[in-house]
């Protein structure tokens, strides 16, 4: 006998956690502010709880999901949307170019699973460029560093890149009990706004990304120390940062500025 739609079991293997609580719900859809006219894509719609008051805004809406046993569930649940879409897919690996159209930059949002949010963050970060927003449903912890200040305790490379192409707002805590089954750590709601015009461009991305990375590999140790690795002399150059800081004391601002000073413009690969 076929298994009932919605006796469709949060899976493990997925990070599935159902959110229930139709007050919470509103309220994130609230904070969303969905236009008919938006570019909508949805990550991880499980049943459809944040789902259907989307699609009461905005009747176009795209879904990336991998579970295969609950691409049935939506599409009887939302048949009656001819702009609704489904994509069966993973969205570490999925390109989201696919889905922008000329002059409709997307809006995603996603309760996404706790144990792939940080390679997906970076992953959507990539798209930035046409992308209006992003709200997700993160763990707590993911969102406070997302949102971390220089110095602060949960300050690091997550948050130098994510800041480096987005505003960053914490905009509220969601409890366990609002999910089924519930998780056994607090979540929130952080909203991602990409800049339109980047606040402090660096000459090499990649170079900026190593930098940050190697900085923090070794964040008890002062920069001068941590990042030996990267075969510079600081002896040989005149640097405008305290290389006796250590990897959390320095900012956003901080850290583009070091490494156009390491990588100018004019430096080319060897």
Request: proline letters at 7%.
């Amino acid at each position: 006998m076929s298994r009932k739609p919605t006796e469709h079991r949060a899976r493990k293997r997925f990070g599935q956690n159902f959110l229930i609580d139709e007050r919470l719900i509103n309220h994130i859809v609230r904070s969303i502010a969905p236009k008919p006219d938006d570019n909508l894509v949805e990550i991880g719609p499980g049943k459809g709880a944040i789902t259907a008051p989307l699609l009461e805004h905005c009747q176009k809406l795209n879904v990336i999901e991998l579970d295969r046993d609950l691409i049935p569930v939506l599409l009887a649940q939302f048949a009656k949307y001819e702009d609704f879409k489904i994509h069966q897919a993973d969205a570490l690996k999925y390109d989201f170019a696919n889905l922008i159209t000329a002059g409709k930059p997307l809006r995603i949002v996603g309760n996404l699973p706790y144990n792939i949010s940080t390679p997906l963050i970076f992953h959507l970060l990539s798209y930035q460029a046409q992308v209006k927003d992003m709200h997700f449903m993160l763990q707590k912890e993911v969102v406070e560093r997302l949102a971390a200040s220089a110095g602060e305790k949960n300050y690091g490379r997550l948050g130098i890149m994510a800041q480096y192409y987005c505003q960053v707002e914490n905009l509220f805590e969601v409890p366990p009990e609002s999910f089924s089954p519930a998780p056994k750590v607090d979540s929130a709601i952080v909203r991602l706004t990409p800049h339109t015009q980047l606040p402090h461009p660096v000459y090499h991305l990649n170079k900026l990304e190593l930098l940050v990375r190697t900085a923090f590999s070794q964040r008890r140790k002062t920069l001068r120390n941590s990042l030996k690795s990267l075969g510079v002399n600081f002896d040989d150059n005149n640097f405008n940062i305290d290389l006796k800081k250590r990897a959390e004391n320095l900012s956003l601002e901080d850290y583009v500025q070091l490494c156009n000073q390491l990588w100018p413009a004019e430096y080319a690969e060897p």
